[in-house]
Nanobody
Framework: QVQLIESGGGLVQAGDSLRLSCAGSGSAFNPYTMGWFRQTPGKERQFVAFINWVSGNTYYGRSMKGRFTISKDNAKSTLYLEMNNLRPEDTAVYYC????????????????WGQGTQVTVSS
């Protein structure tokens, strides 16, 4: 089994920063890649970024690179998403996910998901 638990969300003002964390655990936790998605009501989950758990190579979704930085701590089995200069349009539930595909930029590429953490950015 694999458990992914996100934390770090909250209510912030435009221009602020937040760092989300995603702690992985379980006997089957052995990802090839881990990623972040976000979702607003009535919309599909939007790809934010992924990181190769072994090499550390990263890939960002359109318009994500520059303000968002994905990183990891293998020793802690934890994934991070640093978000800077937040905007009201970044308001969403943010999900972390783990998978075994090489280039997972779609929701269907991931096997395990966290429960999500709410990020709300006020103007």
């Amino acid at each position: 089994q694999v458990q992914l638990i996100e934390s770090g969300g909250g209510l912030v003002q435009a221009g602020d920063s937040l760092r989300l964390s995603c702690a992985g655990s379980g006997s089957a936790f052995n990802p090839y890649t881990m990623g972040w998605f976000r979702q607003t009501p009535g919309k599909e989950r939007q790809f934010v970024a992924f990181i190769n758990w072994v090499s550390g190579n990263t890939y960002y979704g359109r318009s994500m690179k520059g303000r968002f930085t994905i990183s990891k701590d293998n020793a802690k089995s934890t994934l991070y998403l640093e978000m800077n200069n937040l905007r009201p349009e970044d308001t969403a539930v943010y999900y972390c996910a783990a998978g075994r595909t090489v280039f997972p930029n779609k929701e269907s590429d991931y096997t395990y998901w966290g429960q999500g953490t709410q990020v709300t950015v006020s103007s």
